[in-house]
């Protein structure tokens, strides 16, 4: 499959018209009370929390490209509040209560996502949604059953979580095979370049200095050191997210995980009442090498899942552009759950990074003795999630002991991942796994491959 744009960072920004022109870089040696390194949504949404608890701290943004060139302007566009980890992990450092109100707060950040968007004038194509997982085969609703069950016995509202039948699950979204499927109530759809560059303005407009093309070389204690100064500060917060592997000292944190999306050219009337998707859900499904899309504001789709899914040594995408058999595959599931769309034009491809821990559970905290602080290890849910951290930092940096501060996620630390090549054999050999987990459900397998639970041994998933 041919496409029209590759890269150029992402589609979300060709929807804005261009990549935008970036802010002055660091003046030279500067003092602050907090220094920020990263000035996607985490970085952003700690700053705009702080300067609004405490005005009078001085706050810097560094960041090596422009504010939002990372996930933050590349993503789905799903603000899920999406609990995607495992609780069982944070249940071993943590009780059913701590977990469930973390879910709870993670949830809570979709009505604060769009309560900042509103008061702030960020029109950020939001819509309210409801997330849609579907199931193609028996081993997949077999999977979405389980799931929904799970979900129901955290969730402090089982009734946002409902199972559908095939009959119901086609009447939302005419998917191809569809056996059934569950849908979360209570997220919403952005436009993410939007939100981000919308969120920018508005720490800018609180007095927070956004500092770009300024490479960050080390962070210490009490200072970060650029290509453009040094910024001394009391508090530092590393919010690099799937970029963290690049900052010296921290390439094995988090891995760099890719992700691809393509995006169709608007679709015809005729074709959306063939499809249906009136209600403009989230749409994902129960695959082991699962995918993500969305209906866009001006009727496209885009289709998002995995594709090549690590470099070596975590190094990251060229401004976004992606291999061409990860374009292929994309197309491929699309078609393959739309058959609709097979004579559709792809518009664009683009990729990035996400950050992934050893035991692929975020976190957030603040070090009492270095002051250095973070947030990330997202995993895919960072649009609503990096809410929640950015409020969490704010309340860490300024010691307050709150519901945020005690949540199970705070200051858990995790080790590090293994050294190349076996970082790099552990995450293709679990996607090799899934894909022919996948496969073997397709041809009609009636429950789910072992060779999936044999690929989540391999990096802890």
């Not at 407009?205 to 970060?224: C, D, F, N, Q």
């Amino acid at each position: 499959m041919q496409v029209k744009r590759n890269g150029d960072i992402s589609f979300w920004y060709a929807d804005l018209g261009a990549v935008p022109a970036p802010r002055p870089p660091l003046p030279g040696d500067i003092e602050a009370d907090v220094a920020i390194v990263g000035a996607g949504y985490t970085g952003l949404w700690t700053a705009y929390y702080l300067k609004k608890a405490k005005p009078s701290l001085r706050i810097v943004l560094l960041e090596r490209e422009f504010a939002g060139f990372g996930a933050s302007g590349r993503n789905g566009g799903w603000l899920s509040g999406g609990f995607g980890w495992s609780r069982e992990k944070y249940l071993k450092t943590s009780t059913r209560q701590g977990v469930t109100a973390m879910q709870k707060a993670m949830a809570g950040c979709v009505d604060e996502v769009i309560r900042v968007a509103t008061e702030q004038g960020i029109d950020a194509d939001i819509r309210r949604v409801d997330n849609l997982t579907v199931a193609t085969n028996p081993a997949q609703r077999e999977r979405v059953r389980e799931e929904c069950e799970t979900i129901r016995s955290w969730d402090a509202d089982p009734d946002r979580i409902e199972l559908l039948d095939a009959a119901t699950t086609r009447a939302r979204i005419n998917i191809r095979n569809v056996m059934g499927g569950f849908v979360i109530h209570g997220q919403a759809r952005v436009q993410p370049a939007k939100l981000v560059r919308g969120l920018a303005e508005a720490v800018e407009r609180l007095g927070v200095p956004i500092y770009e093309k300024t490479t960050v070389t080390s962070i210490a204690k009490g200072s970060v050191t650029t290509d453009r100064g040094t910024v001394r500060a009391e508090t530092i917060i590393r919010a690099t997210e799937g970029f963290t592997a690049g900052i010296p000292g921290e390439e094995r944190t988090w891995l760099a995980l890719n992700s691809a999306q393509i995006v169709t050219e608007p679709l015809s009337e005729k074709l959306w009442r063939e499809i249906g998707w009136e209600g403009h859900e989230l749409l994902g499904n129960a695959a082991h090498a699962y995918c993500y899309a969305q209906r866009t504001r001006e009727g496209r789709i885009t289709m998002g899942g995995r594709g090549v899914p690590y470099r070596y040594g975590s190094r990251t995408d060229v401004n976004g552009q992606t291999q061409q058999a990860t374009i292929d595959q994309l197309h491929t599931i699309l078609t393959t759950l739309l058959p609709q769309t097979t004579g559709c034009r792809i518009d664009h491809a683009w990729c990035g990074v996400l950050g992934v821990p050893r035991d692929w559970c975020t976190t957030v905290g603040l070090d009492p003795r270095t002051r250095i602080g973070w947030a990330g290890g997202y995993v895919g849910l960072g649009v609503s999630s990096s809410n929640l951290s950015g409020r969490t930092l704010a309340d860490l940096i300024l010691g307050q002991d709150t519901e945020l501060t005690r949540l199970p996620w705070v200051n858990r630390k995790v080790r590090p991942w293994e050294p190349e090549p076996f970082r790099w054999l552990g995450v293709h050999s679990m996607y090799q796994l899934y894909r022919i987990a996948d496969q073997r459900e397709a041809a009609g397998l009636a429950h789910t491959s072992k060779l999936a639970a044999l690929a989540d041994s391999i990096t802890g998933h």
